[in-house]
């Protein structure tokens, strides 16, 4: 069971639940440690060792950086590769939510792009297809996709 959406809540009950997954267990939990409990481990003074949470953000690069290549913005901010999390898979499936950086290491965002372009291929680095272009595509300050255009024709 897991912690519940409503009602009272119990620490004993919570450090249950990340310990042993039984959040009506009856299981003697000793002295809890609330640092212990978010964090892991027992450095804190729990009696016991909790178990690490992943604590990664959503856009972290677990899987590494893919290419973006020969993306622009028509307003003049940025032209060259883009780079986004490579567990997006490829760029076709870029969409709103996804984030989008200026360096391979995903560190850098590209902020507030206003009118983002891609010329189109065969190739999976880029989000239309051959013989179209996306473009519109709009990033907020923190580089997160807020428009993802349009594919459209193109010469």
């Known amino acids: 069971m897991a912690v519940p959406d409503s009602g009272t ?4 009950k919570i450090a249950r639940e ?14 809890i440690s609330m ?10 003074g729990s009696t016991i060792s909790y178990p690490a949470i992943n ?3 959503c856009n972290d690069p677990i899987g590494g950086s893919a290419s973006l290549p020969d993306f622009e913005d028509a307003m003049g901010t940025f032209d060259g590769t883009a780079y986004y999390n490579s567990n997006i898979g490829i760029a076709s499936n870029l969409s709103v939510g996804d984030y989008l950086y200026s360096n391979a ?28 272009r996306r473009s519109a595509i709009e990033t907020n300050a923190q580089g ?12």
């Open 9 to 12: 809540l119990s620490m004993v």
């Open 18 to 31: 990340r310990k042993y997954n039984d959040y009506n267990g009856g299981q003697t939990m000793g002295t």
């Open 35 to 44: 640092y212990d409990l978010i964090n892991g481990g027992n450095t804190n």
């Open 55 to 57: 604590n990664q953000p």
């Open 105 to 132: 290491a995903l560190t850098t965002p590209l902020a507030n792009i206003i009118w983002g372009f891609q010329i189109g291929s065969s190739a999976n680095n880029t989000i239309c297809g051959q013989g179209f």
């Open 144 to 155: 997160m996709i807020t428009d993802a255009g349009t594919c459209t024709s193109y010469p």
